[in-house]
Structures are given as C-alpha cells and as structure tokens.
C-alpha cells in the first residue's frame, strides 16, 4: 500500500522534540523504544514489579487518553451525555496498583477483585458476561455501499497526489476484501480516516 521510502526523512524531528513528543527513542528504527521511553523510569522506580501492573501502567500511558478515554467522550457528548469513568479516581488507581497480580488474578479469573467487590450490587449474567469492546461491524460495512464509498473517497484524494500510496494495491485489496478472499477492513478503515482528516484539515 504504501510506496517504499515515500516517509522518509526528518524534516518533521524538530517539531515533534519542540513539542515534548520526541526523546531518544525518535532515532530508533524500534517501535518498541517508544514504549521503553516511559518503562524504563516506572521499573527504576518500581522494581521487581510483576507483569501485570507494567501492562496496566502502559495501558495508562498509552491506549487509554489516546484511544478508549477519547471515544467514549466522542460517543457520550455526540448525544449529549456526560460520561464518568468512577474506576479512574485516582485514589483507587494508587490503591491496586499495590495489589499483587496474584490476588487480581486468582485461580486465573481476570478481575477477580474487582468482581467481588462488586457481586453484592451487580447480578452474575453481568459480572461474569463475556466482555464487550467498542468495535463496529467494519469488516460487514465495507461490503456494501460504504465500501464503495470508502474506496471511491480513498482513491479520489488529494492525498493520492502526493505518491505516498501506490492506488493499484489499495483496489486489490478492496477487491479482496470484497470477495472474501481477505479481510482488509483495519488497514482499508485507517487508510480512509487519514485521507479524510487529510482533505479536511490539509488539502
């Protein structure tokens, strides 16, 4: 999809260390540097911590103000509700960030804890439900109308001007994915997100 060498360069590297988004890890070929940014001082100052609580404080770091926190204030205020997340006081997030994963995990249930301190006011069909993300029926959607629409928007962007994509591989893959041959909903949903924030807020 995307052309060899059509990002390269760094003429964007002063920004982003203007910003406080750059670091050391902006040199590196690694995505994982990234992350070790902001591991590497929580496991100095938190040794020996297990390897739940290193994954609940990426999860603070990374995928919760940048993607669930953000829509779910999207989708409450677009209907005119105000939404609270009462499990993000931060009181309570000191308090089990000190709990052992032995004691969130036992006998291996996930949430554990948080399941019995809750079994007294919610009824077990929704304690122990199977959980329930926010994902749309992408992979459906783009077999129909809004695939079309999708495709004939992706490929009529000003971005395509710009040689970044190569347009003969995004029509396989819609052809593809069209003939269930494979799915390529994420790549095909993302690509036609960022060219329409592109045609918006660019072209």
Not at 162 to 170: E, K, Q, W
Request: charged share 30%; glycine share 8%; net charge negative.
């Amino acid at each position: 999809m995307v052309r060899p060498g059509a990002f390269a360069g760094d003429h964007d590297r002063a920004d982003l260390i203007e910003t406080g988004l750059g670091g050391d890890w902006i040199d590196s070929a690694e995505s994982a540097a990234v992350v070790d940014a902001f591991m590497d001082p929580f496991d100095a100052g938190h040794p020996g911590a297990d390897d739940l609580t290193r994954m609940i404080h990426k999860e603070f770091r990374v995928r919760l103000p940048e993607l669930l926190l953000a829509r779910v204030d999207k989708i409450t205020m677009s209907t005119s509700v105000e939404g609270r997340v009462p499990f993000l006081d931060h009181r309570l997030v000191e308090f089990t960030m000190d709990i052992p994963q032995a004691w969130k995990l036992k006998g291996g249930e996930p949430k554990y804890l948080l399941k019995q301190a809750m079994k007294d006011l919610l009824p077990d069909d929704i304690l122990y439900r199977k959980k329930m993300g926010f994902g749309a029926p992408m992979e459906q959607w783009l077999l129909g109308d809004f695939g079309r629409q999708a495709e004939s928007t992706i490929l009529g962007s000003a971005m395509m001007e710009r040689d970044y994509f190569d347009p003969a591989v995004i029509t396989s893959m819609f052809r593809e994915h069209r003939e269930a041959k494979r799915n390529n909903s994420l790549y095909l949903w993302t690509l036609f997100n960022l060219v329409a924030w592109h045609d918006h807020w660019i072209a």
